[in-house]
């Protein structure tokens, strides 16, 4: 039976003086996993990630109901800080979760807040760089750093406390297309080196395709599909508003499997899908 990581069960949340954002959130994150959640705009992503980590409703305040587990423990009456030694995050506004001067400092900030040795410090520091490709910049001042750059730091000061989860909202927003399929790749080494369980928030799911093992489609406040990302992939081909999330690959495969009664494999990069389509239609044929 698979470890659980985070788990929501019965979970309702409204902000202060707002109607409900999160209505009937039963979600269970396997331990090791990479989910991807999407959806359409004002469907509830980053309020679930927020309660994911308790920013929600302990930070923001609000009216709430159900439960919120990590590891198995209810987040309930736990402060907000030593959640985030097991679940860190990193908001699409990156800039706003930035409280130093230099890229040391930005790292060493809630490691010395949690009491760490100062010989432990530089040693996390040290290592949370290198994960990001940003060895020996402990002594850089932000405004020396491309914006690529601040946002790979933001992710090394979350890797430094080792959490168990790492939640991302929507980390590639700002960038082009080459910095975030490279951010990605990164995040997937990361989740491969130290078996860490990753959620992102993302609406091109084309980035993700190659590493997502679970998704998760959410529409006015609800979980509206989840599941391994097979499982979901098929449900979400048929669901009205939900099948454009689908990154393109799958669209074409799901079509095409539905027009020609044939079974293609999972793809996860093109050059599989054109070798595939390439033996099942060669020469303009079905074989």
């Keep these: 039976m698979s470890e659980i990581a985070l788990r929501l069960t019965d979970f309702y949340y409204a902000y202060p003086n707002s109607d409900i954002m999160l209505k009937d959130i039963s979600l269970t994150v396997e331990k090791g996993s990479f989910t991807a959640i999407a959806g359409p705009s004002g469907a509830g992503k980053t ?29 309930r009456g736990k402060k907000i800080s030593d959640i985030a030694m097991h679940v860190g995050i990193m908001l699409d506004d ?5 409280v130093s001067l230099t890229a040391g400092e930005e790292i060493s900030f809630s490691l010395l807040n949690h009491g760490f040795s100062p010989d432990e410090v ?11 490709g940003l060895p020996d910049r402990e002594n850089y001042q932000l405004d020396e750093l491309s ?20 939640i991302l909202d929507e980390p590639v927003s700002a960038m082009d297309p080459d910095g975030a ?29 190659p590493y997502m093992s679970h998704m998760v489609l959410m529409d006015h ?11 979901a992939a098929r449900k979400a081909y048929h669901h009205p508003t939900l099948c454009g999330n689908l990154p393109e690959l799958w669209q074409l495969k799901l079509g ?20 595939e389509l390439q033996k099942h239609f060669r020469g303009g044929a079905r074989e």
């Design 47 to 75: 309020t679930l990630c927020r309660a994911m980590t308790g920013i929600v409703p302990y930070y923001y305040g609000g009216r709430y109901a159900g439960t919120v587990e990590v590891l198995g423990e209810e987040i």
């Design 94 to 98: 990156y800039e706003s979760q930035m």
């Design 122 to 132: 530089d040693a996390r520091v040290h290592e949370a760089l290198n994960d990001v």
């Design 147 to 166: 914006g690529g750059q601040r946002q790979r730091l933001l992710l090394a000061s979350v890797l430094a406390t080792r959490p168990d989860v790492l």
């Design 181 to 209: 399929r490279s951010l990605y790749q990164l995040v997937n080494r990361i989740h491969k080196d130290h078996d860490m369980t990753v959620v992102v928030v993302e609406h091109d799911l084309n980035y993700l395709l």
């Design 221 to 231: 406040g609800e979980i509206a599909i989840s599941g391994t990302y097979e499982e």
């Design 256 to 275: 095409l499997e539905e027009k020609n009664g044939i079974a293609l494999g999972s793809w996860r990069y093109e050059e599989e899908a054109i070798a």
